[in-house]
């Protein structure tokens, strides 16, 4: 759509465009006239030092032979292609000889030289009304023609008599004239240049920008899943509108997951809810005990003190996938974490009869927070172990680190029944999800979800493989450069 000078002025493109073009006109307006002036004041320079010469070759044949050598030297040099103008003429200003016929009045009044560019006619030209030989005034008797202009230099010899050497001005003036109009044909060339270049890239950034504009103007409306235009050429407008579409689909991601959240915590969270009410309800129906009323309040504290845990976990979830964490980074030794971690669970894992080991490795480091690694470690280490007590060899859970692909990977491996299909493996990383293997288990399904955005809040990954038999979760660290 074609937009009118006024709204096109409102854009900063065009702002600028006309500020850089008016900045360009006054510089080469300034150029043209100082390259003007430069070669005027040069062609005169030059000129007055050819005038010179021809006085000092005046006034040798003056010296050497007087007024008849010098009346002849004037006529001879007068008669030459492209002579310079020779004048001599009587105390009283009547021209004698030289190739002058009249010239601007009050001209040979005034010795050495003039003041400013005079007009002249040579012989053989139309005379201007109102000027006669020698400069005195008659009546018109031709057409008016615009004479010569010259500058000179003016001398009054020994006897008075007054002798005018000069140059005409027509060569410096028609050379100052092809400077100008080369100068204001090049400012011409250049601002048509300029005002091609405005039309045919800045309507097109003009146009880009518009595109970009409706873009926006439809995201901002609600549909989430547009982008902004991306031409392919890789300028900075594509850089743009790709930094932003990556930022679109993050808020896109964002949302999903508030979304999934809200409707996770109304679906999950509803039966412990109930199981609360329903307790305290039966509380207070009929007779009970005080060892009964204790019984029903120790189990509404764990219960209560579940659901803190749940909603911590979602807490701490929700600022890791924002990428914001309190928690300071620092030198993590992994050898470390996973000692800990297996200290941990080791009563727990013989408890159950399950083997839980990890072998010795080199020692790795990592940049991190220790406590949301062991955290995530111990969400998977607690899940293998629950999971592999349905193996159908001895269970065993072995956790091992290994460097490989460029990062530093931690996994953790048991020989229970494992996830099969694909799809559930990747669905079990989301919040709340619990394949059908894990209802008899307790727990909100939330152990895997905090792992991945540990990792993800790492740079890491977090992917789940099939073990042959179980399964293997592994925990990808980016090596750090000391490594």
């Known amino acids: 759509m074609a937009l009118r000078l006024p709204a096109i002025m409102k854009t900063t493109a065009a702002r600028l465009s006309a500020l850089y073009l008016l900045l360009f006109m006054l510089c ?114 031709a057409p008016i023609e615009v004479g010569h202009n010259a500058i000179a230099v003016v001398l009054r010899l020994p006897n008075q008599m007054i002798l005018l050497v000069g140059r005409d001005l027509g060569e410096p003036e028609r050379f100052r004239d092809v400077i100008q109009r080369s100068l204001m044909l090049a400012l011409g060339m250049m601002a048509f240049g300029g005002f091609l ?13 518009d595109s970009v504009s409706e873009a926006s103007a439809r995201i901002m409306g609600g549909d989430l899943s547009g982008r902004l235009p991306v031409s392919g050429a890789g300028d900075e407008f594509d850089r743009l509108s790709e930094n932003l579409n990556t930022m679109l689909t993050r808020i ?7 979304k999934q959240v809200s409707d996770n915590i109304a679906h999950d969270l509803k039966t412990p809810l109930t199981r609360l009410r329903n307790r305290a309800e039966a509380a207070l129906a009929g007779d009970k005990t005080s060892a009964d009323y204790r019984e029903v309040l120790d189990g509404t504290i764990a219960e209560s003190d579940q659901l803190i845990r749940t909603f911590n976990a979602i807490l701490m979830i929700s600022r890791l996938e924002a990428g914001y964490s309190a928690e300071a980074l620092a030198k993590v030794d992994l050898g470390t974490v996973v000692r800990d971690v297996i200290e941990l669970y080791e009563p727990v894992a013989e408890e159950l009869g399950v083997t839980l080991n990890a072998p010795e490795s080199e020692t790795f480091h990592v940049s991190g927070n220790r406590e949301l690694i062991a955290q995530a470690l111990s969400n998977i280490v607690d899940n293998a172990i629950k999971y592999s007590t349905d193996a159908t060899d001895k269970p065993r ?37 619990r394949l059908e293997k894990s209802r008899s288990q307790p727990g909100s399904g939330l152990g895997l979800s905090l792992a991945k955005a540990v990792m993800t809040f790492h740079g890491g990954r977090l992917e789940l493989l099939p073990g042959n038999p179980g399964l293997s979760v592994l925990m990808g660290f980016p090596a750090s450069k000391d490594e």
């Open 397 to 433: 859970v072995c956790v091992t680190l290994e460097r490989g692909g460029g990062e530093l990977r931690l996994v953790v491996a048991d020989n229970g029944q494992g996830i099969a299909d694909e799809g559930d493996r990747k669905r079990a990383t989301e919040r709340f999800v």
């Open 252 to 258: 896109a991601h964002l949302n999903d997951g508030l």
């Open 197 to 209: 270049i405005w039309y045919f890239v800045g309507r097109r950034a003009l146009r880009r920008i």
């Open 28 to 141: 080469a307006i300034l150029l043209v006239f100082y390259m003007t002036s430069l070669s005027a004041r040069m062609l005169m320079a030059q000129t007055q030092d050819t005038i010179n010469e021809e006085v000092l070759g005046l006034a040798t044949g003056y010296q050497r032979g007087g007024i008849p050598v010098l009346v002849r030297v004037v006529s001879q040099r007068s008669r030459q292609p492209g002579a310079n103008l020779y004048l001599l003429a009587d105390p009283n200003g009547q021209i004698l000889s030289g190739n002058v016929q009249s010239i601007q009045p009050g001209v040979l009044q005034r010795e050495g030289w003039t003041a400013q560019p005079f007009s002249y006619e040579r012989y053989g030209e139309v005379l201007r009304a109102g000027q006669g030989v020698g400069g005195e005034q008659t009546e018109a008797v």
